[in-house]
């Protein structure tokens, strides 16, 4: 080790990291609040220019006609059961924004996205991926109607409304749902800590995998 070597002043190690703590809302009404525990720390507002998205609702169907009449996704379609699970924005540049329309082949357990230019009317690209996006509101209306067809739990009084999920993926590789678009809905009331039922629905054969009530003792 050089003679000269030396250890940065202790200033130069500590590290402060600024806990904005949770915000929950609406809060919780069977917990205590915990605020009064956080330690208050310094703030300073930061000046920032807010960006909205120059894409309509004009453009949003524009963007799905579009791409659902191009080439490529239509031999990707062919034959396979898809649905368009939304429209958002890719930049491929600092000025240059387009509508990404989202297609997801429940078939093959695909996601396809499609970039499009809707002063030319044409697709720029085509990327199909072996991933699964983020839940989509129609996905969930849909979870939703297969749980009141199926009974059960809106016999049972819970409010199904209330259902929020997310989707998760099985990983039994042998088991016959792999790959299958499975959403695992929980159930409130949404001021409450705990759920008070839940349900897994396979959105690719289209029924309810299992549903229940958590146990009183579990969400009290």
């Given at each position: 080790?050089?003679?000269?070597?030396?250890?940065?002043?202790?200033?130069?190690?500590?590290?402060?990291v600024v806990d904005l703590g949770p915000?929950?809302?609406?809060?919780?009404t069977d917990t205590k609040s915990f605020h009064a525990y956080l330690p208050k720390v310094p703030t300073k507002p930061v000046e920032f220019e807010p960006t909205e998205s120059n894409l309509t609702d004009d453009g949003t169907r524009r963007a799905v006609e579009v791409a659902l009449a191009s080439d490529e996704v239509g031999r990707q379609s062919a034959g396979k059961r898809c649905d368009v699970l939304g429209v958002g924005t890719a930049a491929t540049g600092r000025n240059s924004e387009y509508p990404l329309v989202t297609v997801y082949n429940y078939t093959d357990g695909l996601t396809v996205e499609v970039m499009v230019d809707l002063d030319t009317a044409r697709v720029l690209e085509v990327r199909t991926e072996n991933r699964q996006p983020p839940l989509a509101d129609a996905e969930r209306s849909q979870a939703l109607d297969l749980l009141r067809d199926a009974g059960g739990l809106a016999d049972s009084g819970v409010d199904l409304d209330t259902g929020m999920g997310l989707i998760v993926e099985e990983a039994d590789f042998r088991d016959p749902r792999y790959g299958h678009r499975l959403v695992d809905l929980r159930f409130g009331p949404r001021d409450k800590r705990l759920p008070t039922a839940y349900a897994v629905v396979d959105l690719t054969d289209r029924d309810v995998v299992t549903a229940g009530r958590v146990p009183q003792e579990a969400s009290s």
């Open positions: 080790m050089p003679d000269d070597f030396s250890l940065p002043p202790p200033e130069l190690l500590r590290v402060d915000v929950i809302d609406p809060p919780f």
